[in-house]
Antibody, heavy 113, light 107 residues
Framework: EVQLVESGGGLVQPGASLKLSCVAS????????MSWVRQTPGKTMEWIGD????????NYAPSLKNRFTISRDNAKSTLYLQMSNVRSEDTATYYC??????WGQGTLVTVSS | DIQMTQSPSSLSASLGDRVTITCRAS??????LTWFQQKPGKSPRRMIY???NLEDGVPSRFSGSRSGSDYSLTISSLESEDVADYHC?????????FGSGTKLEIK
């Protein structure tokens, strides 16, 4: 059974940093480009970026590339999202996904003082 | 960036109705269009990929079509289990962009 399990979300203060993780199982993680997607409380979906299967290349949404960094550890079948200088508008549920059939359950990040 | 204009934003229909949701692309995206269904409290589920291809296990009442820059998701006969949010996504060009979503309810 394919599973993507995100963790690391929670309540964080504006300006802080946060690192999300996503552990994959049930498929060959190292064969897939992987993405992070977020969904605002208003249900709008936003693609954050993706990373090549071997970790050698990343793409980002232009509005986020200066603050967010995607990485992966194929030996641990884990995808990461490093968020820095977070803002209230970063409040959302964050999903890791292959952008196809595989989606995690999401982890909620709330940015508030 | 490619803009995906999704309509309607919400839709209320009766059981058995034919329902259509549309996304219009601001640039040519070929058939790089995916439809996702998201039920309350759940993660998105891919329903249609390549604009017209039905994901395995998706009921045949769902279909995808294209007319020029307009991409449609059609439910031929609405069932109660189809109540959900629906999202389109273009994946031909970075950054990938979603439509604004459609909330489908039963009248």
């Amino acid at each position: 059974e394919v599973q993507l399990v995100e963790s690391g979300g929670g309540l964080v203060q504006p300006g802080a940093s946060l690192k999300l993780s996503c552990v994959a199982s049930g498929f060959t993680f190292s064969d897939y480009w992987m993405s992070w997607v977020r969904q605002t409380p208003g249900k709008t979906m936003e693609w954050i970026g993706d990373i090549k299967y071997d970790g050698s290349y990343t793409n980002y949404a232009p509005s986020l590339k200066n603050r967010f960094t995607i990485s992966r550890d194929n030996a641990k079948s884990t995808l990461y999202l490093q968020m820095s200088n977070v803002r209230s508008e970063d409040t959302a549920t964050y999903y890791c996904t292959s952008i196809g059939a595989y989606w995690g359950q999401g982890t909620l990040v709330t940015v508030s003082s | 960036d490619i803009q995906m204009t999704q309509s309607p934003s919400s839709l209320s229909a009766s059981l058995g109705d034919r329902v259509t949701i549309t996304c219009r692309a601001s640039q040519d995206i070929g058939n790089y269009l995916t439809w996702f269904q998201q039920k309350p409290g759940k993660s998105p589920r891919r329903m249609i990929y390549g604009a017209t291809n039905l994901e395995d296990g998706v009921p045949s009442r769902f279909s995808g079509s294209r007319s020029g820059s307009d991409y449609s998701l059609t439910i031929s006969s609405l069932e109660s289990e189809d109540v959900a949010d629906y999202h389109c996504l273009q994946s031909i060009q970075y950054p990938l962009t979603f439509g604004s979503g459609t909330k489908l309810e039963i009248k």
